[in-house]
């Protein structure tokens, strides 16, 4: 098994920017989860999917970021326009919904300048 | 609201000392608990969990953790503790449907 799959592992883009980050999540999970995390706020949950479907994005900071998933195999955290407070490192985790068991990827790195 | 407190921002244990992270949580039902671990790096990996049963948990690496209702806490230990282990530990409650909520998490430094 791969795991999850994000990418790119690290992004520099400039501050206006249209930013998108990928996921693949493990085949046969049913949940995917996009988490930030950086140094002062610590891990942040951003949206979770269930079954492709968002249940939760109360954790998406603004208008600027959304997500989807278009299947069962892939979703998109997109950032438009990018600011420099944007600079992180996001996360996409899966899990199956019954052992509620999260499997991360490694992460992408974005840098705003 | 649920919330997950580690109260040690960092600790440092000798290496083959015995070692314990605390995890206090705030939650009205019987709640799901995780321990995962973070390298330098990269993403997190499931330590262990609670779900019910047995309140002494046994998980990958040696760790284990033990459930506490009374005192509302999910503390991590290990009674060997190796160079390797150093890293950063987060305590995860899941409060319901599918939301996970994570602590602040310990950085672990293991000295020689």
């Known amino acids: 098994d791969a795991g999850v799959i994000q990418s790119p592992r690290h992004e520099v883009t400039e501050m206006g920017q249209e930013v998108t980050l990928r996921c693949k999540p493990i085949s046969g999970h049913n949940s995917l989860f996009w988490y930030r995390q950086t140094m002062m706020r610590g891990l942040e949950l951003l949206i979770y999917?269930?079954?492709?479907?968002?249940?939760?994005d109360s954790g998406m900071p603004e208008d600027r970021f959304s997500a989807k998933m278009p299947n069962a195999s892939f979703s998109t955290l997109k950032i438009q326009p990018s600011e420099p407070r944007d600079s992180a490192v996001y996360f996409c985790?899966?899990?199956?919904?019954?052992?509620?068991?999260?499997?991360f990827g490694p992460g992408t790195r974005l840098t705003v300048t | 609201a649920q919330s997950v407190t580690q109260p040690d921002i960092h600790i440092t244990v000798s290496e083959g000392a015995s070692l314990e992270l605390r995890c206090n949580y705030s939650?009205?039902?019987?709640?799901?608990l995780f321990w995962y671990v973070q390298s330098p790096g990269q993403g997190l990996q499931l330590l262990l969990k609670y779900f019910s049963g047995d309140t002494l948990v046994q998980g990958i690496k040696g760790f284990e953790a033990e459930f506490k209702r009374s005192q509302s806490s999910f503390n991590l230990r290990k009674p060997s503790v190796h160079w390797s282990d150093a890293a950063e530990y987060f305590c995860a409650v899941e409060s319901g449907g599918f939301k996970t909520i994570f602590g602040a998490g310990t950085r672990l430094f293991v000295k020689a």
């Open positions: 939650y009205g039902a019987t709640p799901y």
């Open positions: 985790a899966s899990s199956l919904a019954d052992t509620k068991e999260q499997y």
């Open positions: 999917f269930n079954n492709n479907v968002p249940i939760d």
